[in-house]
């Protein structure tokens, strides 16, 4: 069956960049779909971060944008995101998602994410 | 952005009840509207998808309705296994956004 697996650091300094794989196995991210980050940070809700195509085609939620880079690596089976200079309120659990017309269906396990000195 | 609006914050009922948890949206999403349930330390679960199509294996006491801007998920009969957060989440437009959660509780 379709799974994902979120891999990085799970402590990150502040104004660094806070870089986070996830791992697609039992289906071709080449086939379709889209593949998208959220992320929650301690007792709090969900934020969307953004979502990418196979083709490479992103969408990035506004709040995080001038900070934000999601890329798709298709030999891999991977699709990474990049958040530059860090602080305290990026601290979260990082979801990476896979988004159709059936919304997030199927997701990873979470990943925490801690920024600090 | 479009807002969602979850109600009740929280809410505590007993085996067998059933409950409805409110969602609206800042505005029009036709039917693209998502519930998730959430337990403590674990990834959301999607239970229903395009306001009222029930995800494959989630149990039929689950059911969700409504479109435009108001939504509801409702648990007919419900079941210790239940306790959780539920989330709706809006993916007509971006930026998708999330209501604020429902903690449930059950008696």
């Known amino acids: 069956q379709v799974q994902l697996q979120e891999s990085g650091p799970g402590l990150v300094k502040p104004s660094e960049t806070l870089s986070l794989t996830c791992t697609v196995s039992?289906?071709?991210?080449?086939?379709?779909?889209?593949w998208g980050w959220i992320r929650q940070p301690p007792g709090k809700g969900l934020e969307w971060i953004g979502t990418i195509y196979h083709s490479g085609n992103t969408f990035y939620n506004p709040s995080l944008k001038s900070r934000l880079t999601i890329s798709v690596d298709t030999s891999k089976n991977q699709f990474s995101l990049n958040l530059s200079s860090v602080t305290a309120a990026d601290t979260a659990v990082y979801y990476c998602?896979?988004?159709?017309?059936?919304?997030?269906?199927?997701w990873g396990q979470g990943t925490m994410v801690t920024v600090s000195s | 952005d479009i807002q969602m609006t979850q109600s009740p914050s929280t809410l505590s009922a007993s085996v067998g009840d059933r409950i409805t948890i409110t969602c609206r949206a800042s505005?029009?999403?036709?039917?693209?509207l998502a519930w998730y349930q959430q337990k403590p330390g674990k990834a959301p679960k999607l239970l229903i998808y395009?306001?009222?199509s029930l995800e494959t294996g989630v149990p039929s006491r689950f059911s969700g309705s409504g479109s435009g801007t108001e939504f509801t998920l409702t648990i007919s009969s419900l079941q210790p296994d239940d306790s959780a957060t539920y989330y709706c989440?809006?993916?007509?437009?971006?930026?998708?956004?999330f209501g604020q959660g429902t903690k449930l509780e059950i008696k």
């Open positions: 989440q809006q993916y007509d437009t971006y930026p998708y956004t």
């Open positions: 998602a896979r988004q159709g017309g059936n919304a997030f269906d199927i």
């Open positions: 039992g289906y071709s991210i080449s086939s379709g779909y889209y």
């Open positions: 505005q029009s999403l036709s039917r693209w």
């Open positions: 395009k306001a009222s």
